[in-house]
């Protein structure tokens, strides 16, 4: 499985964001994809996951203003931000796991959120 992330970029606090990311290859024994983040010094941590029968699960930092959604025919996973806070700033990686429980990761996409 190969995870190609895009979207990221500069965005002012208070603005929006979209990333997406696709799956390729043994795409179809997929059944979670989702997204993680590090900031600088800091360890990984949870934005949003999505199972195949839609099922999200959000990191407490960004519930209520991320939207994880995923269009399953394209195998493509998007986190819609909204109300960017210059703390959301963070490298993301794209995440999926597969029925046999391996786990695959993109190459991250930075997110700057000035301030």
């Known amino acids: 499985v190969q995870l190609q992330a895009s979207g990221g970029g500069l965005v002012q606090a208070g603005e929006s964001l979209r990333l997406s990311c696709a799956a390729s290859?043994?795409?179809?024994?997929?059944?979670?994809m989702g997204w993680y983040r590090q900031a600088p010094g800091k360890q990984r941590e949870l934005v949003a996951v999505i199972t195949n029968g839609g099922s999200t699960n959000y990191g407490n930092s960004v519930n209520g203003r991320f939207t994880i959604s995923r269009d399953n025919a394209k195998n493509i996973v998007y986190l819609q931000m909204r109300s960017l806070k210059p703390e959301d700033t963070a490298v993301y990686y794209c995440?999926?796991?597969?029925?046999?429980?391996?786990?695959?990761w993109g190459q991250g996409t930075l997110v700057t959120v000035s301030s």
């Open positions: 290859g043994r795409s179809t024994s997929i059944n979670l």
């Open positions: 995440k999926a796991r597969t029925v046999s429980w391996r786990e695959y």
